[in-house]
Every structure is written in structure tokens, then in C-alpha cells.
């Protein structure tokens, strides 16, 4: 029983650096944070520090990475709380911050999911740091989950404007990948081997569930976030807009046994709200591609709307056009909702471009995370069925972005959580 415990701890020191490492590898490629050291490193060859003319390998952590502004942090990891061990990082810190003047802070990271006396002991510890009651050089000690929000309060801070929301999402679709290379989760789904430890393995488990993949089935799995931007689009006119955002943010690709690969396309929504961003547009973007007729009279129509500022004012201030607007959307409406969360061949989007399902990330006012999957055509089953009240006839709420510097602004719509 020993010998087990023993190697759980090991298996989830292991999975926590691993962990940690892709999390900032992934920060890293995606432009969140400058850069990181301790790549690749085991312990022995993680970053050392020492004093001029002493021994440069007195003081180590197991990683530092470096925020934009140039903030350079260090990360020490640990399985479980030995007050030894601890003052061991204290010590550590203490002298790498003294000599290393661009290490301005220093964390502990340790497993989500600890047994009851660890995190107790942990919990402890945090309080007491929270609290002001120790003199220290840790500046937070936090779990993984905890260390990716403050991850998210370093780089984007408490107000998200349109940049920092999109940062906001691109974290989730770093965490999405992480869980579904994570080795360990992988060996865990497939053995079910009670001594391997993985990281938000229930999310792993339920996305394959949910995809109806026999782990017996399955060599390998992959996934990337680095899908390119859509092409440039040519109006019916010859005029061109300039290529976006795909709707799918994450592709799956299991590799099978008999050799056959699948590849399964995500639209990945980070919120805590009730709603999520679906789709923007011009009027003329959407008359166009969608072949929506007549051409003139729609486009026109949809350009009052966004001059009027959203469904309420347009109603109250053109309620004949209004009411024509929605007439004319009756036919359409199936390919509009498509289009809006799958994406669309006639934009220049490719199959992996297209997103087959919704991946939500929904935080809750208690600060707890709810993970879901669904494919796209049940969830537009499923609001056309809840939803009492459609604008235009959509499952989406309608609203109008923010005007730019130039004044112009776009049509936006949202989909329900």
C-alpha cells in the first residue's frame, strides 16, 4: 500500500510538471506570455541561479516565464506539503529574487487533485500567506486550475475589453488542448490505471463519451489549436474583404486501430455569462454570402437595424421594417444559425474549418467550472425548442458592437448557454 501511494505521488509530481510545462509552452506559442525557461529540463538541468563569483547552482525553481511587460516569475512545484521541503523553496526563492532583479515573484503550484490531508495542509498554508501572518518570499501558492486564473489576472486584469476577452478564450482553448494530449490522461482513459494521475481527466472522459469513441478503438489522439485564418473574401462586385477567425478553435484527431483517422472540430466558449458571442458582421457580408433576396431590400433593411442600434430601438422607431425584416428571414433562418456557429463553404472555409460542436467553459458566481459538450445541430435543436422568444426568427439574441475609431460598428449576435 505504501509502495502505491509512493508511486501515485511520483505519477502526480510527473503530471504536474508535464502539465505546467505544456500549459506554458502553449501560452507561450499562442502570444499570451513572452516566453519561458525550463523547457524539456528534468530537475537536475531545471534553472539555477547563484551569486557572482559563487557557485551558480546553489539556488533553482523549476521554471520561470516572462509577461509582456517583462515581468519575470518562477514556478517551484510540489506533490505534497513538507514543511522541509517548503523552507527548502522559501530559501531559494528568497536568493534567486535577491540576485535575479527581473524575478520579481515566486509561486508554488501543486495538483488539483490532492488527497483530504494534503490539501488541508495546503490550505493552511495559503491562508496564512493570504493573511499576512508569515514573513515569506512565496508570493502565492496556488493549484493548476488556480494558477491558470491568475495566469489570466496577469495578462488580461479584472476589465475585458474585446482583446482581452479574446485572450480570455484563447486560455480555455490552451487548457482544451493540454487535457486532450496530456499523456497521462490518455493511459488513464485507456488502463484505467488507478496510478496514473491526469489532469481534468472527467472533461477528457466526457468529450470522448460524448464522441462515442471506445478507448479498446483508438492508437493515439492529437489536437491543435493552430488553424489557419479563413481566405480573403470576393463580393459578387469583385470587391474583397479581408479573411477572419474560423469558427472552429480546436481540432481532435484520433488515429483508430484499423489505421483510419477522425478528425473532430471544436468552437471552444469561455464565460460566465448567460450568453456567448456567435457571430459579427456587416449587412452586406451576410446578404452576399448568404444569397439572401431580395438582395437590396435585405441589406438595406439589416443596415437600419445597425444604425438603430438593436432589435428594441429598431422596433420602436421602424416597426414596419421591423416586422419585413423578419418575414424576409423565414426562409433563411436555418443557414443564418449554420452559418453563425459552423462557419460556411461559400466564405472559403474548409472542413476542418468548420466546427461540428460547441465545447463551454461556464463559471459559475461561485467561481466553480462547468465543463459541456454538444454537437451543433442538437444545440440548435434544442434552443429552437426552449426559446419562447426569437428575434427574427433566430435562437440568437441581437445586439450591435461598439463603434471603432472610424465610427463603424457591426451587427452582432449571441447564443445562449
Not at 54 to 72: A, P, S, V
Request: net charge positive; charged share 30%; hydrophobic share 30%.
Amino acid at each position: 500500500m505504501q509502495n502505491d501511494d509512493q508511486s501515485r505521488k511520483q505519477n502526480a509530481g510527473v503530471t504536474l510538471r508535464k502539465t505546467i510545462e505544456t500549459i506554458l509552452r502553449l501560452l507561450r506559442d499562442a502570444k499570451v506570455i513572452k516566453g519561458f525557461d525550463g523547457e524539456n529540463t528534468s530537475v537536475m538541468n531545471s534553472p539555477h541561479f547563484g551569486y557572482e563569483g559563487k557557485d551558480q547552482r546553489q539556488f533553482r525553481c523549476d521554471y520561470t516565464y516572462t509577461l509582456e511587460n517583462g515581468t519575470k516569475i518562477m514556478i517551484h512545484t510540489e506533490t505534497s506539503y513538507d514543511n522541509g521541503r517548503f523552507k527548502a523553496k522559501e530559501w531559494d526563492s528568497f536568493h534567486i529574487k535577491k540576485n535575479e532583479k527581473e524575478i520579481k515573484k515566486s509561486y508554488v503550484l501543486y495538483p488539483d487533485n490532492l488527497d483530504e490531508q494534503n490539501s488541508h495542509n495546503f490550505s493552511v498554508i495559503k491562508r496564512k500567506l493570504r493573511n499576512k501572518e508569515v514573513a515569506t518570499s512565496i508570493d502565492g501558492i496556488y493549484n493548476q486550475t488556480e494558477f491558470l486564473h491568475l495566469i489570466e489576472d496577469e495578462v488580461l486584469g479584472i476589465e475585458l475589453n474585446g482583446s482581452k476577452a479574446a485572450k480570455k478564450g484563447i486560455i480555455f482553448e490552451l487548457i482544451l488542448v493540454c487535457v486532450l494530449t496530456l499523456p497521462q490522461n490518455f493511459q488513464l482513459w485507456k488502463n484505467s490505471d488507478s496510478s496514473v494521475v491526469g489532469w481534468k481527466y472527467d472533461l477528457f472522459k466526457d468529450i470522448m463519451d460524448y464522441l462515442k469513441i471506445n478507448p479498446a478503438d483508438v492508437v493515439s489522439v492529437s489536437a491543435t489549436r493552430n488553424i489557419p485564418s479563413l481566405p480573403d473574401y470576393i463580393y459578387s462586385d469583385g470587391t474583397i474583404k479581408q479573411g477572419g477567425k474560423p469558427k472552429t478553435d480546436v481540432i481532435l484527431l484520433v488515429t483508430f486501430a484499423d489505421g483510419k483517422e477522425k478528425q473532430y472540430t471544436f468552437s471552444c466558449k469561455n464565460t460566465s455569462k448567460n450568453t456567448v458571442h456567435a457571430n459579427q458582421f456587416s449587412a452586406r457580408y451576410a446578404v452576399d454570402l448568404l444569397d439572401l433576396k431580395p438582395a437590396d431590400e435585405f441589406e438595406k433593411l439589416l443596415e437600419q437595424y445597425r444604425i438603430d442600434g438593436g432589435p428594441n430601438n429598431f422596433r420602436k422607431k421602424h416597426l414596419r421594417e421591423y416586422e419585413r425584416l423578419e418575414q424576409l428571414f423565414v426562409p433563411y433562418v436555418d443557414e443564418f444559425e449554420r452559418w453563425c456557429l459552423c462557419g460556411d463553404a461559400r466564405d472559403g472555409a474548409t472542413r476542418e474549418q468548420i466546427a461540428d460542436y460547441i465545447v463551454t467553459c461556464h463559471t459559475n458566481k461561485n467561481g466553480s467550472e462547468l465543463y459541456s459538450i454538444i454537437d451543433i445541430d442538437t444545440y440548435i435543436k434544442n434552443m429552437r425548442i426552449k426559446l419562447k422568444k426569437k428575434t427574427f426568427g433566430t435562437i440568437f439574441s441581437w445586439t450591435v458592437t461598439k463603434k471603432d475609431r472610424d465610427g463603424k460598428n457591426d451587427i452582432r449576435v449571441k447564443a445562449k448557454v
